[in-house]
């Protein structure tokens, strides 16, 4: 009979996040999970098959935690549908610029990834159409409600909201303040089809 596992994997797995999310995939060593998670480096392999296999199966939780947030954020409330974008975005400011803020592990692994048809790129472009799709659907509940016009190409706007957020990070993170990342907030909606006013609350 196999041996029965003496750890827990949730824990190792949010062990090992702390050390992706610092110091990226190339970044981190062996000896770096070893010494985070409190296993050895075979059983490491035993369990996950290595660095890489690792770093994608946390990735993977850290893509369904991220949905799950932006699902809540603007799926969810009372206001209207571009007001929960407004409100998510400016919380997004609000996080992005503070002091202890660091890189999202899928912020980090879209900078690592190469592009070329390997899972990281695979897993990664997966998460981004994830968001995406969160987004269309609240952009189109948008349209529904005749705040967007009914030729306003909704997969495209919400691709827009992925980058600007992933770019409000990566600004965030290199030390742009809450100002500038608020004016960046307001500013993503006011670019909006039919949206010339300054606050969509206002509208």
């Known amino acids: 009979m196999p041996r029965p596992r003496k750890f ?11 050390v992706f999310v610092v110091n990226g995939l190339a970044a981190t060593t062996l000896d770096d999970l070893v010494q985070a998670t409190g296993l050895g480096k075979q059983s490491l392999y035993n369990a996950f098959g290595g660095k890489r296999e690792l770093f994608l199966r946390v990735l993977s939780e850290d893509r369904e935690e991220a949905a799950r947030a932006v699902s809540e954020a603007l799926q969810h409330g009372d206001a209207s ?4 974008i407004r409100g998510h975005m400016l919380r997004l400011a609000i ?13 980090r692994a879209l900078v690592e990834s190469t592009g070329e048809q390997d899972q990281l790129s695979t897993v990664t472009r997966a998460g981004i159409e994830e968001l995406a799709g969160i987004y269309a659907q609240c952009l189109e509940h948008a349209q529904q409600n005749g705040d967007l016009p009914g030729d306003a190409n909704l997969p495209s706007l919400a691709m827009y909201f992925v980058a600007v957020t992933r770019g409000m990070e990566l600004l965030g993170r290199a030390g742009v303040g809450r100002a500038a990342l608020t004016a960046v907030a307001l500013d993503a909606l006011r670019v909006l089809p039919g949206r010339v006013d300054a606050d969509p609350a206002q509208a």
């Open 81 to 84: 549908p571009l007001e929960r």
């Open 8 to 18: 827990v994997e949730r824990d190792v797995i949010s062990s090992a996040s702390e």
């Open 95 to 107: 996080e992005f610029s503070r002091s202890d803020s660091r890189v999202s592990l899928a912020t």
